[in-house]
């Protein structure tokens, strides 16, 4: 019998299963501590295996149908063993979390309806048992911290958030599903674009930042979408103008995603910034710029706003 979650008591082996966390509190990357307790009814119960697994809803590849419950993401804690009958086990774990981990907190509050969870799996015969999931708050890494934040001070306002299923085209990732989070436009920005979707993938050298362009004119139906990648690397990140950065990204953007429609009437340039006062404090490191956007030329190391 599977046991999945936290279940009271499971059906003919009596056996109770608990799963606790240190901290729910986490980023991506880093370990995530706990402990795993069985309880034994009246028999002893032989443990195959206990799995720990993380869950999210996703939106899935169509769009009419409901979004589900993936697990993307599990590690084995234990191997076989035994709990004797009327005894407590408790098994200690420290699950790693993928760098690539869906944000679920920003700023000490839920974004939108993003939640994940942890599943707990107590394998003791083929049937399976469902129980509830120890909810796990994922908070930014500090390179994704300061381009929420920037965002947020240029004028960007969060109006969505949501896992999508599936791998993003020419993008590296160790996941079966990615972030999007989708702004309202700032109005400094406003005009070329109407949208704007940011989606991070991440490892443990440094941070790719895609940004989603769209263009919509609702009486028309005319919609223009573009792509543009940037990547920054972790360390220095605390010396860096993230403003500055982040502005530099968006205006190279959308020169790009305007260029692309000129044909169009509102393909307007964006040449200046309130916002740019000075060059980022530590530029991208040469070579790990990446080469190609969707409906673009390349990107070189895409962080000095130029």
């Known amino acids: 019998m599977r046991l999945t979650g936290v279940s009271p008591e499971s059906g003919w ?3 109770s299963v608990s799963t606790t966390l240190t901290n729910p ?5 880093l370990r995530l501590p706990g402990r795993v307790t069985l309880t034994a009814g009246p028999d002893d119960v032989p443990i195959r295996h206990i799995r720990l697994g993380l869950v999210a809803q996703v939106e899935p590849d169509d769009p009419g149908a409901p979004r589900r419950l993936v697990q993307y993401h599990q590690a084995p804690v234990a191997g076989r063993f035994v709990v004797p009958a009327g005894r407590r086990r408790a098994v200690d774990f420290a699950l790693p979390l993928p760098w690539e981990t869906p944000l679920t907190i920003f700023g000490g509050v839920p974004l939108m309806t993003l939640r994940t969870g942890l599943r707990t799996e107590v394998s003791v015969d083929p049937y399976l048992d469902q129980g509830a999931m120890v909810p796990v708050f994922v908070h930014p890494l500090p390179t994704q911290q300061h381009v929420l934040a920037a965002l947020d001070t240029l004028g960007f306002v969060m109006r969505q958030a949501g896992l999508a299923q599936g791998r993003l085209p020419g993008v590296e990732q160790a996941l079966p599903l990615h972030e999007r989070l989708g702004y309202w436009v700032a109005p400094l920005y406003a005009g070329p674009i109407t949208e704007l979707e940011l989606i991070f993938v991440t490892n443990s050298a440094g941070l ?14 005319i919609s223009h979408q573009s792509i543009s990648r940037f990547r920054i690397w972790h360390a220095g990140a605390e010396q860096r103008d993230w403003v500055n950065t982040v502005d530099g990204w968006l205006r190279e953007a959308i020169n790009r995603h305007a260029a692309a429609a000129s044909h169009a009437h509102w393909s307007a340039r964006i040449g200046e910034s309130a916002h740019v006062s000075r060059r980022p404090d530590v530029p991208v490191a040469p070579g790990y710029g990446l080469g190609g956007t969707a409906g673009s030329a390349g990107v070189g190391g895409g962080g000095d706003g130029t």
């Open 13 to 15: 082996t009596g056996l």
């Open 25 to 29: 509190s986490t980023r991506p990357g």
């Open 208 to 221: 790719e930042v895609i940004l989603w362009l769209d263009r919509r004119l609702s009486l028309t139906g």
